[in-house]
């Protein structure tokens, strides 16, 4: 049975400039026929008038490319029309294709997954390429560029034909133990490569998660008590109305996320809610929020009033987590530093403090200097870094595992048992890639694309 042809908008909202429809399927080209009344020659495009099949009424004036299969990206013929981006050109175009037998509305990364399926890519480089339609800084731009093409996915292959040809020598010792022109020592060379192998795995997951974390952005946490500033430094940092400012205390009653692009890397602002304590239920579920995503922040902002003397007590027993803590002395524009003289002592646990107004900018440029060089001091080295996400750490720890069960199983002699977890680790990494058993992870990554990729 044919696969049914899907087609879908793939270029950005409309209204907009251009829109670009692309259908893949084997339909595709007869689908181009109903649409332009002919099929272009390959990767030319062609100037043409789209109309409805239906009642031959002109729908407007296209470009029409033709990629016939196999060498398509998605390895299918595939055309694709490119018409003026209005709302009502695109409806028209699509209801068109729709009434074609055998041509449906592709679903989110229906696309790329046909092109995984044809062999046109791995799953690590489809990952990397959902990760370079959502990048948003250049270092992120940069890491998922590197995995489309094939960096983790191609050392992996590597890495598996090692183990490929350890397990080899084994099996070789396994099958011809008895005939007499087999060398006897098989084992130490088959040993000797897991042993390597599991070693340059394991410094590849050394990397304290740097590419996840260049994925999704250091985390940043603006805490402190109500009132403080923190909403207004959030806007100050984020140039925009991101948090609603109030002079009412506890009005910021969840988690707001900001990104930034700070000198070229993602950073991601929590304004977390005044931590206080609420009667309000509405309010203690935001407290609580607030408090289990600054936990897990890399750094914590802790904003207080430079003018309020009250919360000097409170202020270094609430930061004592293992996160790294920055003091913001907020408000200096209305006088002189009251808390800082009167309390100096009490701030020997901040790794590093501010004077400024939020409210005026005076002294936000320093603080956006330094997290700018907190984060690209974080994120050092990271065109080195294989390990982009929490999938594939858990595959190369697999593997690592694995191996050392190999490893481990030597002293017991038994070549059977050491085959046995060698080909285990084979086969998590040949999940890695998508090679192996993939069906219940594909779900998983392709629902992250949007329709039309
Ligand atoms: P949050 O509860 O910590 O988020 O505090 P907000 O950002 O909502 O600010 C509380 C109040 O302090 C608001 O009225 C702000 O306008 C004011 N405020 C914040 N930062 C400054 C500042 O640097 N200087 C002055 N004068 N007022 C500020």
Redesign the pocket.
Known sequence: MDRPTIFALSSGRPPAAVAVVRICGPQAGRALQALIGRVPPPRRAVLARVRDPADGEIIDEALALWFPGPNSETGEDMAEVQVHGGPAVITALLGALRDIEGCRMAEPGEFTRRAFLNGRLDLTEAEGLADLIAAETPAQRRQAFRQLKGLIGDQAETWRGQIVEALALIEARIDFSDEADVPEDLLGPAMHGAQQLRDAIAAALADRGRGERLRDGLVVA?A????????????RLARREA??????????RDVIEVHLDLAGYPVTLL?TA?IRSSDDPVEQEGIRRATARAALADLVLW?I?S?ATEHAASIVHESETKTICWLIR?????GGDKLWKNSESRFAAYNNEFA?????GSGIEALIGALSNYAAEYFAATESVLVTRARHRGALEETVAALDRALAQRASGSEELIAEDLRAAATTLGRLAGRVDVEDILDVIFRDFCIGK
């Open positions: 603006i402190g008590p109500p009132n403080a500033g923190k909403s207004t430094l959030l806007n948090a609603i400012v109030s002079p009412y205390p506890g009005t910021t304004d005044g904003v009033d003018q907020n408000k200096v524009d209305l400024l107004s939020a409210a005026t």
